[in-house]
């Protein structure tokens, strides 16, 4: 099924109705995390990957959504905690959270995109009041066995308001990795305007635009990933939603994310942060068109190495096995026309994906345990933003003579 009425076309932006200039057209993609059943792939759904940038706000965004309720399904598989680093990260943001912002017992903390729980977990561990929103019902279980209560569903100014007349205005909003993937977020901000206090923060983390330039992390480009985020895009995007974006700060996640602190105007003092990646990005050209065509370009090489790599392991007979049925790689192998006949499985140690179909090219998505079974003579890294956790944990793959390919930023093997 692949009809026009399925995605939400904007010829502007959505944000300040700028006119958005398109830079690079991924083809034909499928929701990246739905990965179907072998008997279910008459039913994927399509869309056009296309990415532009707003010649007037600078925010780097997708000229078609793929509609938030075939994205976001109660099977959803993604979870945070099958990365340790990340499980990490997220107990360390837990810990600065509680002994910063939620010091006093009343205080009540709300995530939006809580997944399974590897922050919000820890703080219901320690007792302080919180409560996720995620529309994933399969990752909410597992949130809920973890301590963490858990309202299932979308967040929005609806469901917003409802959560402030049950429970109170609420000190600290946290979100990590999604709100970029709301195109209409309005609706998130309108949320958070109904429920934070008058001195509290809203905190969200997400991939940074110029690390995703700077490394050619071109997967990083597919349909949950609406928005691409520079500080100056959403210093703009914040103040025309009524708040302030009083402080940002990288942080090692994904190969490089931002967490953003806003506030409303006055309530916090501005860091000097916010004013010194805003004159980086002038100085590395973030905000203009022509950085993005060069990415362009950058990424039509780097696919059709790949592609050329594959074909010739393939024709060597050498076997190559795809590690991690990443999002990512959903963007990787349909922009690439990359199958079964290049890479013959995908391994992952998701349970929700094993059994299952990679999006769009169908390559079969097998346990972690296949990898070893026997070891394959090179592995495609989709996963490459857990490379170091990964390869340590492989270590005996590359000791019985195994290669490791890459493709970002440019195709390699080690
Ligand atoms: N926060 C986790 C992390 O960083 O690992 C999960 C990120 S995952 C990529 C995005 C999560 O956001 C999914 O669990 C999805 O169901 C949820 N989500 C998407 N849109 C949402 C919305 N409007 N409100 C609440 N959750 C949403």
Redesign the pocket.
Known sequence: MNGPELVSVAPTCRLCAGPVREWMDLGRQPAS?AFPRPDETDAERFFRLAVGICAECTMVQQLEAMP?DH???AD?P????TSDG?RRH?EAVAGWLRDTELTDRADLVV??????G??LGVLGASGVRHLG????AG??RTAVARGAEVRV????EV?AAAIRAERGPAKVVF????IS??ADIG??FRGVDRLLTSDGIFVF?DRYVADIVEYAYFDQIYD?HFYLFSVRAVDAMVARFGFELVDVERIP?HGGSLRFTVARPGARPRRASVGRMIDEEAQTAIGEYDTYLRFARQIERVGADLVALLTDLRDAGRRVVGYGAT?KSATVTNFCGIGPDLVPFICDTTPEKQGRLSPGMHIPVRPHAAFADPYPDYALLFAWNHAEEIMAKERHFVAQGGRWILYVPHVHIV
């Open positions: 995390n938030t994205m976001f399904r959803y993604y979870r945070s905690s990340l997220f995530e939006i995109g809580c997944n399974d590897a922050m929103v995620d529309p994933s990752a909410a569903g979308f967040f929005d469901s979100s990590a990795n999604t993937h709301v609706t998130v983390e949950e996640i999002s």
